[in-house]
Nanobody
Framework: QVQLVESGGGLVQAGGSLRLSCAAS????????MGWFRQAPGKERDFVAA????????SYADSVKGRFTISRDNVKNTAYLQMNSLEPEDTAVYYC?????????????????WGQGTQVTVSS
């Protein structure tokens, strides 16, 4: 079992930055690929970014490429999502998730554990 707790959300003006954190406890954190998803009101949960646990390779949704960066600290058992140049369209609840898989990390169905989410609101 892995427990995930997100933090770092809040209200920010367009063009600003936030860093989300996802603290993990339970089984070996370093052996899980990590992902971030987001869900805006009335919309489906969408993929944002993922980090493969073996190769360390990353993947991003086209809408956030060049603005967001996913990373992890296996000593601190924490994953991060650095979000720069935020836009009002980035407003959503952001969820981190852990997966035992190495591929297909853009799909929410590949993830085993989820956090409770943290709200990010970007004002124009």
């Amino acid at each position: 079992q892995v427990q995930l707790v997100e933090s770092g959300g809040g209200l920010v003006q367009a063009g600003g930055s936030l860093r989300l954190s996802c603290a993990a406890s339970g089984r070996t954190f370093s052996r899980y690929s990590m992902g971030w998803f987001r869900q805006a009101p009335g919309k489906e949960r969408d993929f944002v970014a993922a980090l493969n646990w073996i190769a360390g390779s990353t993947s991003y949704a086209d809408s956030v490429k060049g603005r967001f960066t996913i990373s992890r600290d296996n000593v601190k058992n924490t994953a991060y999502l650095q979000m720069n140049s935020l836009e009002p369209e980035d407003t959503a609840v952001y969820y981190c998730a852990a997966s035992s898989q190495l591929v297909g990390l853009g799909s929410s169905s590949e993830y085993d554990y989820w956090g409770q989410g943290t709200q990010v609101t970007v004002s124009s």
